[in-house]
């Protein structure tokens, strides 16, 4: 009971340094975001270049056959390409007007008799006009155009065989047709549209594809992570042996004070967390659903109190304050290296990324990322959890340890 006692002192006393020290503390808040401002201009030219206009490319049927025609409209819809190309259907002299304009970077021309010779085993060309000024991006469409002829071929010559054993059964030409038509159309969607199919299984990397809600998320773990160490640092106080002396004398621990330094430093920085979180949320429009704000809530009490516990080691374990200062500071950079925030774990060695989910750092940004941006409704807590007790039994044990040596 004298030990929640002397807690709830120092804690009021902590309170009280803080507005004490109310003019300085906004500009210490201030402190991660200009340090953030600093290489903003490097994000900005990063997530600019994931932003370019896509190729407009244009597609022109001179056969006008019903095969054709569904080639055109599902090359049109499909999303395999993504951002970086967009299809048109466009005649002939459209496509000639587009690209004296510089509106069309090529054009692919689907040629006359197209349907009939890939029915009859002739050979197959379809054409690709490139902008004489623009040979690169003309090049890389000739590219895609030869993927996809690739698979023309291999569909065409399943075609003539299932047409001759077809005619060897003497079915009538309408039913033939009908089946060749049919076995063009599964080639077809297949090689059009087996990267969607591909797309489902493949692990979404935020950094490209959502660059400017990562890299927002980032700098707020990095900011809260700063505030955190700047406000612990800021509620320190180098006591003298004689006041030390005296405070064991009533009974006062080192535990008690390194918990009630803990106690006010995770409370201020929860309270603003939460609004820059929340303003993160409105500003981006995230969507988010009712019960992930009680997760995020968890998720960042529980990251904050590791975080204060692990510097609260560090402290009890060094008298040098230089030395504490550095090894502080070292570890926090360790800390959200490792968490993901800076460099995302995929462009890490693979030897460590396996052991990155055992750091509460990386555990948190990437459940804040599932959260956030993936609209994930459910959060792991077990590894935080045992984190944090470990944190307290460290903290406990090393502040134990060290009175019963000191007496």
Do not use: C
């Not at 076995?183 to 950094?207: C, P």
């Not at 594809?209 to 406000?231: D, H, R």
């Not at 003298?240 to 064991?248: A, G, H, L, T």
């Not at 009490?301 to 080691?313: D, F, H, K, N, R």
């Amino acid at each position: 009971m004298q030990s929640f006692k002397f807690v709830s002192l120092f804690t009021k006393n902590n309170l009280l340094q803080l507005r004490r020290k109310w003019r300085t503390l906004p500009l210490l808040l201030l402190f991660p975001f200009i340090l953030i401002g600093l290489i903003a201009y490097i994000l900005v030219s990063y997530t600019t270049s994931l932003e370019e206009e896509p190729l407009q490319i244009g597609l022109v049927d001179l056969d006008q056959s019903k095969e054709t025609e569904m080639v055109i409209n599902l090359l049109e819809e499909s999303s395999q390409l993504g951002d970086f190309i967009h299809m048109t259907q466009l005649s002939q002299e459209e496509a000639r007007d587009k690209m004296a304009k510089d509106d069309l970077l090529a054009y692919i021309l689907f040629p006359n008799e197209f349907t009939n010779k890939l029915y009859d085993g002739e050979s197959v060309v379809v054409t690709v006009v490139g902008h004489p000024e623009h040979p690169m991006e003309s090049y890389f469409v000739k590219e895609l155009i030869d993927s996809a002829a690739r698979h023309i071929s291999s569909s065409q010559a399943n075609i003539l065989t299932i047409n001759y054993y077809a005619k060897q059964l003497d079915l009538e030409t309408k039913l033939r047709n009908q089946i060749v038509q049919q076995q063009f159309n599964e080639f077809l969607l297949y090689a059009i549209g087996k990267d969607n199919v591909l797309d489902q299984n493949v692990l979404t990397n935020n950094a490209t594809t959502s660059p400017k809600e990562y890299f927002t998320l980032a700098a707020s773990f990095f900011i809260l992570t700063v505030w955190g160490f700047m406000l612990y640092l800021l509620l320190f106080k180098e006591q003298s042996n004689d006041i030390q002396i005296r405070m064991k004398l009533y009974g006062v621990t080192e535990l008690q004070q390194v918990l009630a330094r803990i106690i006010v430093t995770s409370l201020s920085i929860f309270i603003l967390s939460l609004l820059l979180f929340i303003g993160l949320i409105h500003i981006l429009n995230l969507d988010m659903q009712q019960g992930n704000y009680g997760r995020l809530m968890l998720l960042i009490g529980l990251y904050i109190s590791i975080y204060l516990l692990v510097l609260a080691i560090i402290e009890t374990l060094f008298q040098s304050p230089k030395i504490r200062l550095l090894i502080q500071v070292i570890l926090t950079g360790i800390l959200l290296l490792s968490s993901g925030s800076l460099i995302p774990d995929m462009y890490l060695p693979i030897y460590v990324q396996e052991y990155l989910p055992l750091i509460f750092s990386n555990h948190t940004f990437s459940w804040l990322e599932e959260i956030l941006l993936n609209k994930r409704m459910y959060v792991d807590l077990v590894p935080m959890l045992l984190s944090l007790g470990i944190a307290l039994f460290g903290i406990i044990g090393i502040t134990s340890i060290k009175e019963r040596v000191k007496s």
